[in-house]
């Protein structure tokens, strides 16, 4: 079940880019699929099968990235498996989407 999640923030397009694929590779994630400057995949975690047990945290995660008129438009759409997906997973997704706010706000600043 994907989790969708959107943040706007204000500054140049390729450098959103480089900062989205700098700020998820701190998380542990690792890029699957690159457009520059308009997507971005990721994906972090392992699957694990023993005797039908569990292992790992597999995540997937796809980044549109869109010019708009309040600035530019970050759409993280998550994708695990949904026996995960819980309270307090979907709060620790959303803290990850506004984790890469707060950085760019930071490194671009707020216009």
């Known amino acids: 079940m994907p989790h969708r999640f959107e943040v706007t923030v204000k500054g140049d397009v390729e450098h959103i880019y480089d900062l989205i694929s700098e700020y998820f590779a701190s998380l542990g994630y690792r890029v699957v699929r690159g457009d520059r400057p308009k997507a971005l995949s990721f994906t972090r975690g392992i699957w694990l099968f023993s005797r039908a047990i569990f292992s ?47 950085l760019i706000n930071e490194r671009l600043g707020e216009y």
Request: charged letters at 30%; a negative charge.
């Open 56 to 102: 790992g945290e597999k995540r997937n995660l796809a980044i549109s990235i869109m010019p708009n008129d309040d600035g530019v438009a970050i759409h993280c759409t998550y994708k695990m498996p949904a026996f995960w997906i819980e309270g307090a997973d979907k709060a620790e997704l959303q803290l990850e989407v506004e984790g890469l706010r707060n």
